[in-house]
């Protein structure tokens, strides 16, 4: 092993939030511009995530530089169940995300690709070229 | 490491992730990395290992018998 770098994730592609989405059991809703969150009020963004078991939604904006951010509201029962769901500040969903876009470019490069979970929590993803 | 994976990506709870090649030597990792790097996000720290400074291919050691004329 030659070096180590560490990388501060940017959601780049809908694709990948989406497949990421799925394996939590959220929807991403394309095209829907009004996020739900405390008071009945809603936010406007880009695109929705649904989460199940809660009112709350995550709304994801793309930035003018191509990136998406995503916000949301953890206050009371409702955004209870929804850092249970995705974790604190979305992690698990970003986690997922930075997986599916691993993954994906993995098989680009025609690798082959395997993932595991380990004990701290992290999941690894290993790619290895196929001779 | 024979065998084993070429590239390792280890993504924590947050969705930070940490790149690692350990089928490469050499300077051949970083351009082996260097589209998954982009993907992911933004490069935060990078710890180059002894290995990067290791040629990445195998040297040749060959006995060559010279003939005096």
Not at chain 1, 7 to 18: N, Q, T
Not at chain 1, 71 to 88: A, H, M, P, R, V
Request: hydrophobic content about 35%.
């Amino acid at each position: 092993m030659s070096h180590m770098t560490q990388v501060s994730l940017e959601i780049k592609s809908l694709a990948e939030l989406e497949r990421a989405c799925n394996r939590l059991g959220l929807t991403l809703v394309r095209g829907k511009t009004k996020a739900r969150y405390y008071g009945h009020s809603t936010m406007t963004c880009d695109h929705v995530i649904e989460v199940p078991r809660t009112a709350f939604d995550i709304a994801v904006k793309r930035l003018s530089n191509g990136t998406f951010t995503l916000s949301c509201d953890f206050y009371g029962q409702e955004g209870g169940i929804l850092k249970q769901t995705c974790g604190n500040d979305l992690g698990l969903l970003k986690q997922a995300y930075a997986v599916e876009v691993a993954k994906r470019e993995g098989r680009k490069k025609g690798m082959s690709v395997t993932e595991e979970k380990t004990s701290n929590g992290k999941i690894r993803v290993k790619m290895k070229a196929v001779v | 490491m024979p065998g084993g994976p070429d590239i390792i990506v280890e993504v924590d709870p947050e969705g930070n992730s940490v790149v690692t090649a350990p089928g490469f030597k050499g300077r051949a990792c970083t351009e082996a990395t260097k589209e998954l790097i982009a993907a992911l996000g933004t490069k935060t720290s990078e710890k180059k290992t002894p290995d990067f400074y290791q040629p990445d291919y195998e040297p040749v050691k060959k006995k060559v018998k010279v003939k005096s004329a």
